[in-house]
């Protein structure tokens, strides 16, 4: 059974960076496609970016300018940072695993808890 946990700091404040890391069990992310997730209040679920089994990266064009997603093969994680926060940044945060790639958030068979993160001063 695959499982993913997200940790990471809760509040971050506006102009900073957001940085959360994925702990995988159960299976390798050197297998299979590694995204992130967020789902703002009151909307619905947004893909931000994937990590393939091979290390390769594929973020959604709108946040490629502020998103990096990179892995530790070694500790099983991989992470998200995304810079420049401002308050629309503002979600739960999943981390969730595809067998095949898409940015299609439905499509993916594991996930996380999620982690809120709230970007305030």
């Known amino acids: 059974q695959v499982q993913l946990q997200e940790s990471g700091p809760g509040l971050v404040k506006p102009s900073q960076t957001l940085s959360l890391t994925c702990t995988v069990s159960g299976g390798s992310i050197t297998t299979n496609y590694w995204s992130w997730i967020r789902q703002p209040p009151g909307k619905g679920l947004e893909w931000m970016g994937a990590?393939?089994?091979?290390?390769?990266?594929y973020y959604k064009p709108s946040l490629k300018s502020r998103t990096s997603i990179s892995r530790d093969t070694s500790k099983n994680q991989f992470t998200l940072q995304l810079s420049s926060v401002t308050p629309e940044d503002t979600a739960v945060y999943y981390c969730a695993r595809g067998e095949v790639f898409t940015t299609h958030p439905n499509e993916y068979d594991y996930w996380g808890q999620g982690t809120q993160v709230t970007v305030s001063s």
């Open positions: 990590i393939t089994y091979s290390g390769s990266t």
